[in-house]
Every structure is written in C-alpha cells, then in structure tokens.
C-alpha cells in the first residue's frame, strides 16, 4: 500500500507533512513515486492566499479520474484551507469522490480517519487542539531538520487569514523542543536545524515557566555538536535585542533574519495592524546591520491593500531601496473572507495590483543586478 502527500504552503506545512508521512507509514503504507500508483493521497492545503485555494479545487478534481481506475483510492484533504468551515463544506459538496475532509486541528489523529473511511466519508474540524508532543516526524529534506516550537498567531494582522485557521499562540515546552533537537543532532542525519513559528519571537510568553526566545536560542546552541541553527518568521514589533544579540554572537546561528515588513508606509501598516511605524522599521534594520553586518535580511510586502494609494505604495518601493535586502517576497493583497481587511472600502483592481507588484519586484531586481549598495 502506497501513499502521496501534496503539500502547498508554508514551511509549517511542509513540516506537518512530514507528520503526515510518518502517521501513514506507522500504517504500513510506504512512499509512492507519483500520485497515480498511490492507494492514499493526501492534499495538506493552504489559505493564505485566494491562489492556493484555487489550486488545491483544481488538483483535487483532477483525482477524479484516479479514483475512477481505482475505486480502492483514499483522497484525503485537510490544513489551512479546509480549517475553514465553509471551504470545507464546498469541497465535500463539490467532490464526492473525497473521502476525508479535516481540519488543521485534526491532522495527529489521521490514523483514526483513514481507519473509519470503510464507514463512509470523514468530515471533521476540530477548534482547538493541543500541541501535539508525541508523534514522530519523517523528515524530508536531506539537509535541513524543522523543529515547531510553536503554532498560532495572536497578532490578527488585518489581511491575515492565520489566526483563524491555526488558532491562539501556543508554545511548546523548552523541554521538548530541547530533547528533539538532542535527538537530530545525536543521530547526525541533518546539519541545518530550522526552527519554526508564526511568530517565534513571542515563544514562551504563554507557557507556565516563560522562557524568552533568546533562550531558547542559547539553550539549543549549548548542546554540543556540529549543526547550523535558523528560525522563521520574525515579527518586527517583537525582534528583542536580545535575539539580535544572540544571532550576533551564537555561532551556530545563521546569520539570516527574514523580518516581513510588508509595508513601507504608515497609514497602510496602521490599517493592517501591524503595530510598528516606518522609522521603527528602518531603525531595527539598521540595528542589525551596525551589530552583524553580514547579517542576510528578506522580508514579505503585500501590495494593493485595500485603500492604498499610489503615493503610499511608493512609500514601500523607497524603503525597500533604503533597506537593501538580500531578497524579498512581494505579493499581491488577496481578501480572506473573515478577516477586517476583506471588509474595508476602496478595494483595490486586480490590474493596479499587478502593475504594483511588477513594479516592486523590478526595483528589487535592479538593486540585485547593481549589487545592493
Ligand atoms: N494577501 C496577500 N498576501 C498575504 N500574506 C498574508 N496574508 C496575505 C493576504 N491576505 C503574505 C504576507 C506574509 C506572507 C507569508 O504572506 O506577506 O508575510
Ligand atoms: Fe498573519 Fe500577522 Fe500572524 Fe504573520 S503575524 S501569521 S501576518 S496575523
């Protein structure tokens, strides 16, 4: 028995998927070299943008004809996207030929789904849950091990469909995340070790003992070893200078921040929510650069946000020629139905956000060609 898993998304959802992976194989299932020779295919979505939801409707249609060969096949769909109750409904409406629709939530109990399939079709989304402590990963990547330390997001950023799909902010023990990493480390598969959250710079504020960031960052490099260590994704509110100082002086650390500003003026990051100003954006750059100046620095900007002028748009054209970054991702603003932002006047044309972000990566382009500086 054959299993495919087909990932969209975040590092989060690659990294689920290898929990995916390792739940199927607990099974007896064994990896499949494509979809068609699978007995089970599971799609792990994303919502993040209307895009990836297209997608994932495409893809999962396109089984059908799979399914037609073989009346045996389990399609499988859960993550982000189907998180969201509506979304959930539509593809259970839509596709009949799949049989388990779940949530972010319920991914650890797979097993029990794909078990109950023989009873009918499995649709279940659970609201919360906790964090799952005990099952194992199958890591795919030959280089780089993830390690979550956390999941959920607290920050309800305006366009931001996360906090209602992945929940509150909840950190897992230092404990644990210490004895995984002893345990990667201890094996020697993996040399890189990439720490994962939505928001890793406000690890710990909800545990019983708090444990700041910083050291959790301290506390991995003591253990003794040859690994490189990253994390992702930095808030700008939150980067502390004690993780700055950490980064600077740790040398296991990567020296790489990618620090999403995703605007460059203040009315729009006002209306987005995201709780820091233009200046203290420039000033947290320079800090980095002044205290590691071989840092590498990405960030995230999100163009035609609803109301966003083309003055205002200029303001994060110019401050991405200020700020000099190694690379960054620039994405068209995609409504979320759900989120504040989806509901503001004054949307913004599909072609205005085309001409914004071809214009953004171009900038972009050109300070690569000229070498940055
Ligand atoms: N529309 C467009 N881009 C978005 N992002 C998050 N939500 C949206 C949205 N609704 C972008 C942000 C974030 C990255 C992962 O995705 O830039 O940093
Ligand atoms: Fe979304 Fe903002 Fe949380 Fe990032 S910090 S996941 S953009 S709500």
């Not at 609201?127 to 402590?133: A, S, W, Y």
């Not at 301290?218 to 992702?232: K, P, Q, R, V, W």
């Not at 600077?248 to 990051?269: C, M, T, V, W, Y």
Request: with cysteine; aromatic share 8%.
């Amino acid at each position: 028995m054959k299993y495919f898993v087909v990932t969209y998304g975040c590092q989060m959802n690659v990294h689920e998927s290898e929990k995916i992976a390792a739940i199927l194989e607990n099974m007896g299932y064994t990896l499949a070299n494509d979809r068609n020779e699978a007995d089970i295919i599971v799609f792990n979505t994303c919502a993040i943008r209307e895009g990836a939801e297209d997608r994932v409707f495409g893809n999962v249609g396109n089984l059908k004809r799979l399914k037609k060969k073989n009346k045996e096949l389990i399609i499988a769909v859960c993550g982000c996207m189907t998180q969201k109750e509506q979304t959930a409904q539509k593809l259970m409406q839509k596709f009949p030929f799949v049989d388990i629709v779940i949530g972010t939530f319920n991914i650890p109990k797979l097993r029990y789904y794909v078990e109950a399939v023989k009873k009918g079709r499995q649709f279940e989304l659970l609201n919360e849950g906790e964090l799952d402590e005990t099952l194992p990963y199958k890591r795919s990547d030959k280089d780089n091990a993830w390690v979550n330390i956390m999941q959920g997001c607290n920050n309800f950023c305006t366009y931001c469909i996360v906090p209602y799909v992945r929940g509150r902010e909840k950190s897992r023990k230092e404990e644990n995340i210490l004895k995984e990493i002893k345990e990667i480390v201890r094996e020697g598969k993996h040399k890189k070790i990439t720490l994962l959250g939505q928001n890793v710079n406000s690890y710990g504020k909800d545990l019983e003992k708090q444990v700041t960031f910083a050291k959790l960052l301290h506390d991995i490099c003591a253990i003794e070893g040859n690994f490189t260590l990253s994390f992702m994704t930095s808030h700008p509110k939150d980067l502390t200078d004690d993780v700055i100082e950490a980064v600077k002086n740790e040398d296991k650390i990567e020296k790489f921040i990618h620090l999403p500003a995703q605007s460059g003026n203040n009315r729009i990051l006002k209306l987005m929510n995201r709780r820091y100003t233009r200046e203290k954006y420039l000033e947290i750059i320079d800090k980095i650069r002044q205290q590691i100046p071989n840092c590498r620095i990405t960030s995230d900007f999100i163009v035609g946000f609803p109301s966003e002028t083309e003055e205002e748009f200029n303001d994060t054209c110019t401050l991405v020629q200020k700020a000099k970054f190694d690379s960054i991702f620039a994405f068209m603003y995609s409504p979320r139905e759900g989120t504040v932002a989806s509901n503001m006047p004054d949307q913004i044309s599909e072609k205005v956000k085309r001409e914004r972000v071809n214009k953004l990566l171009a900038i972009e382009k050109r300070m690569q060609k000229e070498g940055k500086s």
